[in-house]
């Protein structure tokens, strides 16, 4: 159960970031905060943020944070991957070299 919500924190933060990433899009200029405040995408945005930590902490309570956190690390590839999706971001040569090297990383750390 504890691995469903920590793949659960992990989609919900990507799925606030991405919304929070609209939302800013949305902004006409930066001082004009409150225009978001009532914003429907904007509240999605914060409600999946929140939803992220709560799973989280439901994690916390149930692994070590060291072998939990290695997992979010995984937000560095799935949310560039999700942001070229949507929002036409470039991913380069770089990116996916920086991926390899997390992925391996995160293999040595948990086991």
């Known amino acids: 159960m504890v691995y469903f919500f920590l793949v659960f924190s992990i989609a919900t933060l990507c799925a606030g970031q991405l919304l929070l990433k609209k939302s800013a899009l949305m902004i006409p200029n930066l001082p004009n905060l409150l225009y978001l405040a009532f914003k429907p995408l904007f509240m999605l945005a914060l ?8 799973s989280w902490l439901y994690v916390l309570q149930h692994l070590p944070i060291g072998r939990a956190y290695m997992f979010v690390s995984s937000a560095f590839i799935i949310l560039p991957i999700l942001s070229h999706y949507f929002f036409g971001e470039e991913l380069n040569t770089l990116f996916f070299i920086g991926a390899f090297f997390i992925i391996f990383g995160v293999i040595l750390t948990v086991k």
Not at 47 to 54: R, V
């Open 47 to 54: 409600i999946s943020c929140g939803l992220s930590m709560l």
